[in-house]
């Protein structure tokens, strides 16, 4: 967890270093749009109006693909830990899958609520938050139920996956 948090800030530091430099020569070029403030250990832009997503999209495009990568490598390593915990204690690691459905159904109802394209706070549809917030209960008690099946004591002496870990 500590080498995801350093994979992860190495990643995001420069995007935020990128962001602030963008914003700066926005600032410089357009002094009527923008306010500066700076002081010892501060440094403030304030674009007024729309910020043209260009200042913000080109820092970003190699922050994404970090991410997704460490990411995977966390999920990984914590899906190998979680089937050997599993397999300890004699039970098959498919167990480990089962909030899966949940965090998959609950990732797709975001994109749904949050990612239309015109979405107006005006004219709610109350379905998708219904189906996300029940989405959100099962997928907890699917997490609590895993938890349960991890916390369960290992069997004294080999069963069908080997001998116990030591």
């Given at each position: 967890?500590?080498?995801?948090?350093?994979?992860?800030?190495?990643?995001?530091?420069?995007?935020?270093?990128?962001?602030?430099r963008n914003m700066a020569a926005f600032a410089a070029a357009h002094p009527d749009r923008a306010t500066v403030t700076s002081g010892p250990g501060q440094y403030s832009v304030q674009?007024?109006?729309?910020?043209?997503?260009?200042?913000?999209?080109?820092?970003?495009?190699?922050?994404?693909?970090?991410?997704?990568?460490?990411?995977?490598?966390?999920?990984?390593?914590?899906?190998?830990?979680?089937?050997?915990r599993l397999h300890d204690s004699g039970r098959r690691g498919w167990w480990g899958l089962l909030p899966l459905p949940f965090l998959a159904t609950g990732l797709i109802a975001m994109i749904v609520v949050f990612g239309r394209v015109g979405f107006s706070p005006a004219e709610p549809d109350v379905v998708p938050f219904v189906v996300l917030f029940l989405n959100n209960i099962l997928y907890l008690a699917a997490l609590?139920?895993?938890?349960?099946?991890?916390?369960?004591?290992?069997?004294?002496?080999p069963n069908r996956f080997g001998p116990p870990l030591d």
């Open positions: 967890m500590v080498l995801n948090m350093i994979a992860g800030m190495a990643a995001g530091v420069p995007m935020v270093f990128g962001i602030v674009i007024d109006g729309p910020v043209p997503p260009e200042l913000m999209l080109e820092p970003m495009r190699g922050f994404m693909p970090v991410v997704a990568i460490v990411a995977l490598l966390s999920v990984l390593l914590l899906a190998a830990a979680v089937v050997r609590a139920l895993l938890v349960v099946q991890l916390c369960r004591p290992s069997d004294p002496g």
